[in-house]
């Protein structure tokens, strides 16, 4: 099955900094990498998501980069503002026959005022 | 669209007692997840649905689980005799496609499961 692995746990950054958030995944044949973000004691909702026919996709400040030979997908937060302090999670499908998708276990992130 | 419901939004029950949480998917969405949420563990999935079929409940932990899905519109997810273990937040979701890398996954509000 699919293994997806987020490190650091946790990233802390000053407000207008950027902040990037790495993810790895174990099964080459992978074709979908979401983002989700959590803010404290909400559900996690989908921010942005890149398939494998691409090598990077953008919507305003936020931006997912793909390296299918490394294996590994970024998100790229510019001028980060409090409101994105929040667990992000990503994800990878296992690409067996019921194909679900595997989170990691969730990055938090903190932005000071 | 009024989102996936979840019901109840917080439990909290004896050890032995059955619990059951509910899940109202988005219409028009023929896949349905149930995924357990734990600190120690983060989000697990536990089983999921398409076309109210079973696909894989690999991630059921125990016979003291259960799940169904009657219809398009309704599934419920049941322990039968619960334990403090299972204390967790259950998030129930949806998406329109046959998995879920097809289309997004919308999740609905959680139960939050306390079990003392």
């Known amino acids: 099955g699919e293994n997806v692995e987020q490190h650091p746990s946790t990233l802390s950054v000053q407000e207008g900094d950027s902040a990037v958030i790495k993810c790895t995944y174990s099964?080459?044949?992978?074709?979908?990498f979401p983002w989700y973000k959590q803010e404290l004691g909400k559900r996690p909702q989908l921010i942005i998501d890149i398939r494998s026919n691409v090598g990077e996709k953008k919507d305003q400040r936020i931006a997912v980069t793909l390296n299918k030979t490394a294996k590994h997908f970024s998100l790229h937060i510019t001028e980060t503002q409090p409101e994105d302090s929040a667990v992000y999670f990503c994800a990878a499908p296992d690409t067996g026959a019921n194909s679900k998708l595997t989170f990691g276990k969730g990055i938090t992130l903190s932005v000071r005022p | 669209d009024a989102g996936v419901i979840q019901s109840p939004r917080h439990e909290v029950t004896e050890m032995g007692q059955e619990v059951t949480l509910r899940c109202k998917p988005i219409s028009g969405h023929n896949s349905l997840f149930w995924y357990r949420q734990t600190m120690m563990r983060g989000l697990e999935l536990l089983i999921y649905?398409?076309?109210?079929?079973?696909?894989?409940d690999s991630g059921m932990p125990e016979d003291r689980f259960s799940a169904k899905m009657p219809n398009a519109s309704f599934s419920t997810l049941k322990i039968q005799p619960s334990e403090p273990r299972d204390s967790a937040v259950y998030f129930c979701?949806?998406?329109?496609?046959?998995?879920?890398?097809?289309?997004?996954?919308?999740f609905g509000n959680g139960t939050r499961l306390t079990v003392t």
């Open positions: 099964d080459s044949a992978s074709n979908y």
């Open positions: 979701a949806s998406s329109r496609g046959q998995s879920s890398y097809n289309s997004p996954l919308h």
């Open positions: 649905f398409n076309n109210n079929v079973p696909i894989d």
